[in-house]
């Protein structure tokens, strides 16, 4: 079995920056492809960040050019830089990793950003 193990979330005012993490239990799996999610309070999980097998990345309209995912093949880890954070941004933020053909979800990381 797969864990997924999200981190880095936490308390920040607007216009600062986090970086989320997020790790596998397995180092002999890969992630070939991942999407992050956000889920703000009483809403749905919203996709906010892809990253395709083939490295392409791609946004929710209101988090390009301040969000960027990445990922670290060595360390089986994936990223969400997020910078110029607004009080919209708040939520529990999922990584879905694709490992083999099937996605995975963590426990989620809480972002909270005040105004």
């Known amino acids: 079995q797969v864990e997924v193990v999200e981190s880095g979330g936490g308390l920040v005012q607007a216009g600062g920056s986090l970086r989320l993490s997020c790790t596998i239990s397995e180092s002999r799996f890969v992630i070939s492809a991942v999407d992050w999610y956000r889920q703000a309070p009483g809403y749905q999980r919203d996709l906010v960040a892809q990253l395709t097998g083939g490295g392409a990345s791609d946004y929710a309209d209101s988090v390009k050019g301040r969000f960027t995912i990445s990922k670290d093949d060595a360390k089986n880890t994936v990223y969400l830089q997020m910078n110029n954070l607004k009080p919209e941004d708040t939520g529990k933020y999922y990584c879905?990793?694709?490992?083999?053909?099937?996605?995975?979800w963590g426990q989620g990381t809480r972002v909270t950003v005040s105004s």
């Open positions: 879905n990793p694709r490992i083999m053909g099937t996605y995975y």
